[in-house]
């Protein structure tokens, strides 16, 4: 292999989008217990109203939404990498056969 040539693990490409897949999954699921709930109570107070509490739900939501963004982008992306790598394997398959005939 040359200086030129590109070598691509995708097995090691596939963990890495499944490690963060699985990050943003318990980083969401982190922010679900622990960070929506306070600011549950928060919301719950009478004195948390008007356009801070407005602008607050308008960020909430927008974060909430680019999480689950984030995750399907991650999905695709994972099973990309899983459908290139079982192409690949296909083809070498196939080319190898060629030289065992």
Known sequence: MSDGD???EHSQIEAMCAELKRLVNSIDTQ???DVEAEFKVLLQDR????LAAG???TASTAWNGKCVEYS???????L???NASTDLNKED??????FNA
């Open 31 to 33: 922010l679900a217990q």
């Open 80 to 82: 990309a990498v899983h």
């Open 93 to 98: 398959s196939s080319l190898q056969s060629l």
């Open 72 to 78: 399907g982008t991650l999905d695709r992306l994972q």
């Open 6 to 8: 590109l070598a691509y």
């Open 47 to 50: 004195n948390f109203a008007g």
């Open 55 to 57: 602008a607050f739900n």
